[in-house]
């Protein structure tokens, strides 16, 4: 069964500084591994989404990586800014199930202070 | 576009009532998913339909919770009689065409569960 972890659960940073958020999941045989960011009492945004084939996908300050071997992806975020406060979730689409839900982690909150 | 409609966006009931929540998806999204969400973890599925056939409901308490999407297009989740810790937020989510592993899910903001 599918588990997905992520590390660390909170983490507060000044505004600037580069961080990595990180995502390890059990069972290589995925279809993709997403990243989502949620804000309070709102639903989930997708922020980028790697196929299994890929190594790495990138929109503006976010570069998110993908190891199937090792079962990890990582999100990396630049220039942090108080904006980017918010709980970032990864999810994996596992091949051995029936459908194609999504399992996710329990997600990191972030804090970017001004 | 617009994007998936979910309401009510609150309720508080007490132990034992019954509660629905509904979900509209984006217009011609031919998969549906409802997650529950507990405070503190990450979205956990309850339920898959591919317009209004099921195609994941391993994870639905099906003595309490019920769904249907009888037209293909929007879905009521219902729960009866409510426990306390039914207690989270609860997901809805469309896909595009069939349901594939490689394509983008919507979620909607979600209804935010106290049962007292």
């Known amino acids: 069964k599918q588990e997905v972890t992520q590390i660390p659960a909170a983490l507060s940073v000044p505004e600037g500084e580069n961080l990595v958020l990180n995502c390890s999941f059990t069972d290589s045989a995925i279809y993709n591994l997403q990243w989502f960011r949620q804000d309070p009492g709102k639903g989930l945004t997708s922020l980028l989404l790697i196929q299994s084939s890929q190594r790495e996908q990138t929109s503006g300050r976010l570069n998110a990586s993908l190891d199937k071997s090792s079962g990890r992806s990582t999100l990396y975020i630049a220039a942090s800014q108080p904006g980017d406060s918010a709980t970032y979730l990864c999810?994996?689409?596992?091949?051995?199930?029936?459908?194609?839900?999504?399992?996710f982690g329990k997600g990191t909150t972030l804090s970017v202070s001004s | 576009e617009a994007g998936v409609a979910q309401s009510p966006r609150y309720k508080i009931i007490e132990k034992r009532q019954s509660v629905a929540f509904w979900c509209n998806p984006i217009?011609?999204?031919?998969?549906l998913y409802w997650y529950q969400q507990i405070l503190g973890q990450g979205p956990k599925l309850l339920i898959q339909f591919q317009n209004n056939g099921v195609v994941d409901d391993s994870q639905l308490p099906k003595d309490r919770f019920s769904a249907e999407r009888l037209k293909g297009v929007d879905s009521t989740l219902k729960i009866q009689p409510a426990k306390l810790e039914d207690s989270a937020v609860y997901l809805c989510a469309s896909s595009k065409t069939s349901g594939g592993p490689g394509e983008t899910q919507y979620f909607g903001p979600g209804t935010r569960l106290l049962v007292l």
């Open positions: 217009s011609g999204h031919a998969t």
């Open positions: 999810a994996a689409s596992p091949q051995n199930q029936a459908g194609t839900a999504l399992i």
